[in-house]
């Protein structure tokens, strides 16, 4: 059985910093980019943070550019964002998520939400002004 577990979220002031983890299992998790997601209150869901399989190559969504750090630990099956210089606007429910993609050389670029084969259920960031 496939999960995703979330964690480390949390009410923060802005400029603040909070890590999240997210916990893999039931998959070959080599097998597959890691994605991290948000959605705001009324908002879509939307892309924040990719890392291929072997936790070489990122991408960012410009807004958290030089804020946020994916990482993954793949002896543990772990994958976290580390977030800095938080910002009100930063509130929201992140998801942890699983697009399967081989292990192949090519750049990480933005992931879709339809994409995406597993999913958390996410961690709640409430930045406050």
């Known amino acids: 059985q496939v999960q995703l577990v979330e964690s480390g979220g949390g009410l923060v002031q802005a400029g603040g910093s909070l890590s999240l983890s997210c916990a893999a299992s039931?998959?070959?998790?080599?097998?597959?980019?890691m994605g991290w997601f948000r959605q705001a209150p009324g908002k879509e869901r939307e892309f924040v943070a990719a890392?291929?399989?072997?936790?070489?190559?990122?991408d960012y969504e410009d807004s958290v550019k030089g804020r946020f750090a994916i990482t993954r630990n793949n002896a543990k099956n772990t994958v976290n964002l580390h977030m800095y210089n938080l910002k009100p606007e930063d509130t929201a429910v992140y998801y942890c998520?699983?697009?399967?993609?081989?292990?192949?050389?090519?750049?990480?670029?933005?992931?879709?939400?339809?994409?995406?084969?597993?999913w958390g259920k996410g961690t709640l960031v409430t930045v406050s002004s």
């Open positions: 998520a699983a697009e399967r993609s081989g292990r192949g050389t090519a750049p990480v670029g933005p992931l879709s939400v339809g994409g995406m084969d597993y």
């Open positions: 039931g998959y070959t998790f080599t097998d597959y980019t």
């Open positions: 890392i291929s399989w072997s936790g070489g190559r990122t």
